[in-house]
T-cell receptor
């Protein structure tokens, strides 16, 4: 089954902790993206990567970090510097030619305790 | 900077009604426009993608149109069903890669 998987589905973080959200795709897509969704605010871009070992900041990158060591994996770390991390996090991927259609994973809901 | 707006924010209709969701964007130099569906607590499902050279795309009861010159797209849903209840999002690429989203229209179809 081709698709995008995210884990865990639910994640709880204590104040001062770093947590890592997993995103894996087996679609052979070149690019991968992380978005954050808050009620009433829509989706906002955190980071994206078009090639292994390279990534760019999005509109709200402060307090987050990413890595792209493998084409199929793009983990997101929410650091203690992110002051309001409670949100729904969505990972997506796409080719970099043709239609550029983006496909999304099922999401991870992060709650700060 | 590109901005995407969706109107209305919420819509309630009885089953069987035909309806139109609106999406507008400020920069008409777009590569494509994508419509998504999101159920509560779930990820996004891609419904339709319209390339900039196209005027419309159809999939089953869904029809999406694109007018680049006026910066507008519409999603037409024919013969709505309770299973169509969800939030519908439109998005356009920024610099050909990451998407800029509208805030969505939440649709409720009653039986």
């Amino acid at each position: 089954d081709g698709g995008i998987t995210q884990s865990p589905k639910y994640l709880f973080r204590k104040e001062g902790q770093n947590v890592t959200l997993s995103c894996e795709q087996n679609l052979n897509h070149d690019a991968m993206y992380w978005y954050r969704q808050d009620p009433g605010q829509g989706l906002r871009l955190i980071y994206y990567s078009q090639i292994v070992n390279d990534f760019q900041k999005g509109d709200i990158a402060e307090g987050y970090s990413v890595s792209r060591e493998k084409k199929e994996s793009f983990p997101l770390t929410v650091t203690s510097a992110q002051k309001n991390p409670t949100a729904f996090y969505l990972c997506a991927s796409s080719f970099l030619s043709g239609r550029y259609e983006q496909f999304f994973g099922p999401g991870t809901r992060l709650t700060v305790l | 900077k590109q901005e995407v707006t969706q109107i209305p924010a919420a819509l309630s209709v009885p089953e069987g009604e035909n309806l139109v969701l609106n999406c507008s964007f400020t920069d008409s130099a777009i590569y494509n426009l994508q419509w998504f569906r999101q159920d509560p607590g779930k990820g996004l499902t891609s419904l339709l993608l319209i390339q900039s050279s196209q005027r419309e795309q159809t999939s089953g009861r869904l029809n999406a149109s694109l007018d680049k010159s006026s910066g507008r797209s519409t999603l037409y849903i024919a013969a709505s069903q309770p299973g169509d209840s969800a939030t519908y999002l439109c998005a356009v690429p920024q610099a050909g890669t990451a998407l800029i989203f509208g805030k969505g229209t939440t649709l409720s179809v009653s039986s």
